[in-house]
């Protein structure tokens, strides 16, 4: 990367870093507020007056609430994923498109969490002092559910897979398998194009429902060796088993959460004027417990994610005993994403969840075969 572009990658990634945490600092405002200025009321008077069913009423109170969240927060989502993106000539839709994308993930989004809301009420309607136990155990069991279909029902809402037609390249990409034992049936290419010029590749799904995803814009900008390290990275995971041991540990960081939040959410509701965690009203209360206890533990996560993206560069490096290629192919992801090669610690610490390139190309630098 040139310097004028890596100055360009810079400012990009700085406003970036900066719409997470006004994002951050918005999400908890938002919470706040409509418990202080007793909004979180309003919506469930509303509620009552259309139906007197508690599940109804949750549902409607949840309607009102999500509508809420979304008209406050909907100023800093236009900037983040539109205007920011055609700023830096890195997006691919013009506004129809956006919309039409934005709007599928509101409806998608706020589907799933009105059934994980219910169940959670069911849950503490039912089961006073067990009900975080059970709710923990949903929630584990909904993430593993929703990691097995993402690839196979999710993604493919928004983006189409399509077979690779490079034959010469579907061979390498055989034979790297074969040599590490693995069976990998399920490599795809992805129309990111179609949204993006950014490039990516991913280890996604459990199961029978694994696969390895490659950008269309990866497969066309970079050559056969970069596609095969980057590919070697994603196997990497498969091998080590990346996905299950990062899904044990948001299982394990989530019963801290869910346990948290049943020996504070009576306390903290009363304070409020609430009747504790049964009460419709408190709902923001909840919320905003486990929010902060994501702000807590979300740097923990990151630290383990960019151990595990490290490990999977070695064994790539391993694997190809290539790392021109490797480096060639980081610079390429450095360039089309505008990624920021040099973060600051703190931001690193705080936001990333893969090491920054610059690291990453330090190490393969240094790397010499076994």
Known sequence: MTGETTNRAKAYQTKRNWLRLYNLLLTLAILELVILF???DMFYSWAAVISSRPYVMLSIYFLFFSIYLLILSLPLDFYSGFMLEHEYQLSNQNFRGWLAEFIKQIVLSFAMMLALVILLYALIWNFEHWWWLWA?????????????LFPVLIIPLFYQYSPIHDEELKQRIENLARRFGMEVKNISSLNLSKTTKKANAAFTGFGKTKRVILADTLLKSFSHDEIETVLAHELGHF?????????????????IGFWICFVTIDTISRFFGYAGAGDIRAFPLVCSIFFLFGLVTGPLANG?????????????????????????AMQKLSLMNLADPEPHPVIEFLFYDHPPIGKRIRVAERWEPQ
């Open 38 to 40: 007793r909004w979180t």
């Open 239 to 255: 091998k080590h088993r990346d996905i299950w041991k990062q899904f044990f540990l948001g299982v394990v960081i989530s019963f």
């Open 136 to 148: 923990w155990i949903a929630y584990a069991a909904f993430s593993l559910i929703l990691g097995k």
């Open 304 to 328: 383990f994610s960019r151990h595990v993206e490290f490990r999977a560069d070695r064994f790539a490096l391993e694997a190809n005993k290539n790392k021109n290629a490797f480096i060639s």
